[in-house]
């Protein structure tokens, strides 16, 4: 019982985060629902970037591969080997899901350095990269835990559920508490470090705002990488951690 309380606390914390706010939100009535405006305009332009690009680059396949085409089968073959890297042989499937959330959380997170949002001007609150805002980092988790458990249970059926009491019985809560607790470190650890770097380039832009911040942009754009990189590593892990059986 204690672990069945503990583990319903954490979902309801993890359900409850869609209440967390920083800073003002514009809102949009969509029927019964309330969502934040500002993050769909921001995801809605990642969407268009990512999709823009990729029709541009392989409108017209070549053989030999100019700049644009030469470009993202780079990025798909980078992607292909994380995910062969941490899932294994049987990775194929999971090329697509893994490669989506690197690049959305990739521009995402350097929208919020590049595109200048605080041009346009809303009733309430500003535009800043999607991933500024806890919920899409909420979201993407709990996508990720879906994958995971769906990698599992359509691996091995039922049997899956037979990990929680290995190597032995008396771990059986912590490996429960595991699957609860790994959406929250994703989405945390996204959140808290693009919302720190934006936070940290305002304030220096607002006390030196001509020398100290360049160097900081620069730096944020490589944490923010690193970020998307984390993320897709650690999905990939645990899809195939979950089809191997194994932690």
Known sequence: MNVLSCSINTLNGLYDLSGVEVGQHFYWKIGGFQVHGQVLITSWVVIAILLGSAALAVRNPQTIPPGGQNFFEYVLEFIRDVSKTQIGEEYGPWVPFIGTMFLFIFVSNWSGALLPWKIIQLPHGELAAPTNDINTTVA????????YFYAGLTKKGLSYFGKYIQPTPILL??????DFTKP?????RLFGNILAD???VVVLVS??????PIPVMFLGLFTSGIQALIFATLAAAYIGESMEGHH
Not at 173 to 178: M, V
Not at 184 to 188: D, G, I, K, R, V
Request: proline share 7%.
């Open 198 to 200: 934006e936070l940290v």
């Open 140 to 147: 993407l988790a709990l996508l990720t835990s879906v994958a």
């Open 184 to 188: 929250l470190s994703l989405s945390f």
């Open 173 to 178: 809560p912590i490996n429960i508490l595991e």
């Open 207 to 212: 006390l030196v705002p001509s020398v100290v």
